[in-house]
C-alpha cells in the first residue's frame, strides 16, 4: 500500500515536473525575439563587388520592409505632406519629371532630384558627393527645411505615436523604442535593395537579347568598342566616365555645361578651386525614365543631352581633362557626333530601362 | 504675451541654427583650400604634404608620353621615399604577409588605381613611380595637377593618375 502511494507520488512529481518545465519552455520561446532575417543581395557578376553596405546595419527583411514603409511616409516632413516617394518615384526610376522639386514648405530645391537607382555601389552621395554612407545621406532631406524639413527627434516621436511602427522597429531592430538613427537604417537598408539589373542591355550581356543594327552600333560609340584606327577623340568615348556594364563608376567631373559656374557644385563643400563647376557622373540606368538631366534639370530630352556632349561643351578652367583632351585632338569643342551617331547612342540610352524595376512590387508604396 | 514671446524667441533659435550652416558654407566655399597628398592607412605616422613639403623631399625627373605620343618630363618625389616617411613596411620588411599589401590611389575626380606594394619597390622593380608637382618645368594645370602619379613603363597611362589627392595603404584579404 505504502509503495502504491509512493509510485503515485512519484507519478505526481514527474508530471508536475514536466508541466513546469513546459510552462517555462513556453515562457522561454515567448521571449525570444522574432528571428531577424538577413538579406543577401543578388546582381549580376559584371556589376562587380565594389559595393558598399554598413557593418552596423546588415539588411535584414524585417528593416528593408519597414525602410520601405518610412520611404513612403508622409509623417516624416514636416507638413505631413510629403514623403521621400513624392520626389523619387518609382515609374520614373525614382524622379520627379521635375528640374526642381517641391518641398514640404512649397519652396523649391537648388538640384535636380537624383535618380535612386543602384546605391549599392555609392559612397558618396548627393550631386557633390557630400554625405558618406547611405546611412548619412538621409539626413539631408529629411531635414532640411525646403525638403521634409523635420528633425529627426520629431519624426521618431511622430512615429512612436502611431501604432504601426514600435512593433516594426522591435521587428527590425530589437527595441520599440524609435530613434532618428533607426530611422535612418531602416531608410538605407531599403534604398540598398534598389538595384536595376534586367533591362533589355542587360538581357544582351546574357545572351537573351539581339540589339538592333543602331542599337549595336550605339554601344560600340558608348563604350568605344572601336578601333584603334578611329581618331583620338572617339576613343575617349561617354564609357570612359559613365564606365563599365553598370554605366556608373563614382566620379566627380565638370562636364562642360558652363563656362563660369553658377552653381560651384562640388567645391562648395570641398572648398578646392578644382572641384568649381564639378558635379557627379550618373549613373545611365534607366535614363530615358529620368528628365530632365543634369544638376538643375536644364536638358529636358536625351537628344539635348547628347547634342551638349557632341557641341555644346564650353571650355572652363576646371572642365574635365578627358573632355579638353578630346577637343585637343580635334581642334573642334565637343565629339562632334553625326546625326545617325546621336541617333545610335540614344537608342542604347534606351535598351537601359529597366521596365521590371520600375514595377517591382517589392519597390512600390505600401498604402496604396 | 508670454506665449508669444516665447515662440518668438524659439523661432530665432530656430533661424540661428539655420544660419549658422548657410554661413559655414558660404565661408566654405569663399575660403579656398590649398590642395595636399594625405597618406594614411597601414602607416606608422600619417602625413598630409603639399607642394612646400614635397619641394623638401628627394627629387627626381620621369618621362611619360601623353596620349597624343608627344613625351614630357615630370618632376617630383619617389613614390617610395614618402611612404618611407609614413614608415610603410618596404624594403627589407617586404615579406611573408606584407607582399599582400597594397597602395590605393585616390584622385580628386574620384578616381582609383591600385598598385601592390612590390611593384613600387626598389628591391624588386627599377620601375620609378613619381609623385610629380612640375611639368616641362611647370606646375601641372588642366585639371591633371597640382599632384600626378606618373608610372613610367605602362603601355597605357591610366595609372598615371591625375589630381592625387591621397595615398592609402591597406592589406588584401579574402
Known amino acids: 500500500m505504502s509503495k502504491t502511494k509512493k509510485i503515485q507520488g512519484g507519478k505526481v512529481y514527474v508530471f508536475a515536473t514536466l508541466i513546469i518545465f513546459l510552462l517555462l519552455m513556453q515562457s522561454a520561446f515567448h521571449n525570444v525575439e522574432p ?21 552596423k546595419n546588415p539588411l535584414t527583411k524585417q528593416g528593408i520592409a519597414l525602410g520601405k514603409m518610412l520611404f513612403y ?19 520614373r526610376a525614382f524622379t520627379d519629371g521635375k528640374r526642381f522639386s517641391e518641398g514640404t514648405n512649397g519652396k523649391l530645391t537648388s538640384r535636380n532630384a537624383m535618380a535612386l537607382v543602384n546605391l549599392l555601389w555609392v559612397d558618396n552621395f548627393f ?16 531635414t532640411d527645411p525646403h525638403e521634409m524639413g523635420q528633425q529627426l527627434d520629431v519624426s521618431a516621436r511622430k512615429l512612436q505615436s502611431l501604432t504601426k511602427y514600435p512593433p516594426r522597429f522591435k521587428e527590425a531592430f530589437g527595441t520599440d523604442k524609435i530613434t532618428g538613427a533607426y530611422i535612418t537604417y531602416a531608410l538605407a537598408q531599403f534604398e540598398r535593395t534598389l538595384i536595376s539589373a534586367d533591362s533589355k542591355y542587360d538581357q544582351y550581356l546574357q545572351g537573351k537579347y539581339q540589339p538592333a543594327a543602331s542599337e549595336l552600333r550605339g554601344i560600340d560609340l558608348f563604350f568605344g568598342n572601336d578601333k584603334e584606327q578611329e581618331p583620338l577623340m572617339r576613343r575617349r568615348t561617354c564609357g570612359h566616365c559613365h564606365g563599365g556594364p553598370k554605366t556608373f563608376s ?24 578644382a572641384d568649381n563647376g564639378r558635379f557627379r557622373v550618373v549613373t545611365l540606368r534607366n535614363i530615358a525614365l529620368t528628365a530632365p538631366y543634369m544638376h538643375d534639370g536644364r ?12 557641341d ?57 | 504675451m508670454i506665449h508669444i514671446y516665447d515662440n518668438f524667441n524659439q523661432r530665432i533659435i530656430r533661424n540661428i541654427f539655420l544660419i549658422i550652416p548657410l554661413f559655414l558654407t558660404i565661408s566654405i566655399a569663399v575660403a579656398q583650400v590649398e590642395p595636399s597628398v594625405i597618406v594614411k592607412g597601414e602607416v606608422q605616422r600619417h602625413l598630409t604634404l603639399d607642394t612646400t613639403d614635397l619641394l623638401k623631399m628627394k627629387r627626381v625627373k620621369a618621362t611619360l608620353n601623353d596620349r597624343g605620343g608627344v613625351s614630357h618630363v615630370y618632376e617630383g618625389v ?20 606584407n607582399l599582400s599589401k597594397y597602395l590605393l590611389v585616390k584622385c580628386g575626380d574620384g578616381y582609383q588605381v591600385l598598385f601592390s606594394l612590390a611593384e613600387l619597390d626598389e628591391s624588386f622593380t627599377d620601375k620609378v613611380v613619381i609623385l610629380a608637382d612640375r611639368v616641362d618645368g611647370k606646375s601641372i594645370s588642366d585639371g591633371r595637377g597640382p599632384f600626378r602619379l606618373v608610372v613610367p613603363g605602362e603601355k597605357v597611362p591610366a595609372r598615371s593618375s591625375f589630381e592625387v589627392t591621397a595615398l592609402i595603404i591597406g592589406s588584401a584579404k579574402d
Open chain 1, 127 to 142: 550631386w557633390d558627393g557630400r554625405s558618406k554612407g547611405l546611412e548619412n545621406q538621409s539626413l539631408v532631406p529629411l
Open chain 2, 78 to 97: 619617389p613614390i617610395t621615399n614618402i611612404l618611407d616617411s609614413a614608415g610603410v613596411t618596404l624594403h627589407g620588411q617586404l615579406r611573408g604577409e
Open chain 1, 250 to 273: 563614382e566620379l566627380f567631373h565638370n562636364n562642360g555645361l558652363d563656362s563660369s559656374s553658377q552653381d560651384l557644385g562640388r567645391a562648395i563643400f570641398t572648398g578646392l578651386a
Open chain 1, 312 to 368: 555644346h561643351i564650353r571650355e572652363s578652367a576646371t572642365l574635365s581633362p578627358f573632355l579638353r583632351e578630346a577637343m585637343e585632338n580635334s581642334n573642334k569643342i565637343g565629339f562632334q557626333f553625326t546625326r545617325q551617331e546621336k541617333e545610335d547612342i540614344v537608342n542604347f540610352l534606351h535598351l537601359l530601362t529597366d521596365s521590371s524595376f520600375v514595377n517591382n512590387p517589392a519597390f512600390s508604396d505600401p498604402f496604396k
Open chain 1, 35 to 55: 528571428p531577424n532575417e538577413p538579406v543577401k543581395l543578388n546582381y549580376p557578376a559584371y556589376f562587380g563587388n565594389r559595393t558598399y553596405e554598413n557593418p
Open chain 1, 299 to 310: 536638358f529636358k530630352t536625351l537628344e539635348e543631352v547628347i547634342d551638349h556632349y557632341s
Open chain 1, 73 to 91: 511616409e508622409k509623417a516624416l516632413s514636416a507638413n505631413g505632406n510629403i514623403s521621400c516617394g513624392s520626389c523619387h518615384q518609382q515609374d
